[in-house]
Structures are given as structure tokens and as C-alpha cells.
Nanobody
Framework: QVQLTESGGGSVQAGGSLRLSCAVP?????????IAWFHQAPGKEREGIAA????????FYADSVKGRFTISLDDLNKVLYLQMNSLKSEDTGQYYC???????????????????WGQGTQVTVSS
């Protein structure tokens, strides 16, 4: 069973930074076509905020995080990162790492096509 494990969540004041990590399996390029970060705010649906195509390292970002967050893949150390800067109170919530093990069929931010998920890590931003 392939697993993804997030870490790095915590509490921070608005304007601060956090870096989330997601441990990914070996040979990620062959296992997954895309890997992404999703955010679920309290009482809201899960939304895709950043994704990376594993064989090209092409990235996608939601408008809400563009210019503030950076997704990156350290293939040597098998870690997916999400660097979060200029955090806002609306960034509060659970953050999930997710991957597509088959072909990319839908819009990158559509959670329906992601079939491997981590357990999530909590981020709280206080104003």
C-alpha cells in the first residue's frame, strides 16, 4: 500500500511562513503522474492549491496562493514540499498531499482523480 505522509503543520501569525513536507515513495515518476497539495478550510470543501507533474515538474497553482506558495519535489530525498509565505487567516485548515497513480484525466485541481491521499496536517494562521 503506497502511503503519503505530511508533516510541518502548526500555528503561525498572519504574514508568517511555514513549509509543509510530504514523504513520497521511491520511483515517484513511475508511480504517479501528478502529485498535489489540497487545502480544506473549516466547513468547506477540499480544494486543490498546487500541483506538480512528476515527469516534467510543470507546476499549477490556484489563484488564491499564486505568488505566495511554492510547490517543489525533491526526488533525491523523496519529499514533496509546499513553501507557504505571507500566510493569511483564510489559509487555516487541513492540508493534504495527494497523488494520481493513473493518467491525468481532469483539471489538475479536481480531487476526484487523486487516488492516494495522506492523513493531513493542520495549519492555523492567527490574525
Amino acid at each position: 500500500q503506497v502511503q503519503l505522509t505530511e508533516s510541518g503543520g502548526g500555528s503561525v501569525q498572519a504574514g508568517g511562513s511555514l513549509r509543509l513536507s510530504c514523504a513520497v515513495p521511491r520511483d515517484i515518476t513511475h508511480r504517479f503522474s501528478m502529485i498535489a497539495w489540497f487545502h480544506q478550510a473549516p466547513g468547506k470543501e477540499r480544494e486543490g492549491i498546487a500541483a506538480i507533474v512528476t515527469n516534467s515538474l510543470y507546476t499549477f497553482y490556484a489563484d488564491s496562493v499564486k505568488g505566495r506558495f511554492t510547490i517543489s519535489l525533491d526526488d533525491l530525498n523523496k519529499v514533496l514540499y509546499l513553501q507557504m509565505n505571507s500566510l493569511k487567516s483564510e489559509d487555516t485548515g487541513q492540508y493534504y498531499c495527494a497523488a494520481i497513480s493513473g493518467e491525468i484525466r481532469l483539471l489538475w485541481s479536481n480531487p476526484e482523480q487523486y487516488d492516494v491521499w495522506g492523513q493531513g496536517t493542520q495549519v492555523t494562521v492567527s490574525s
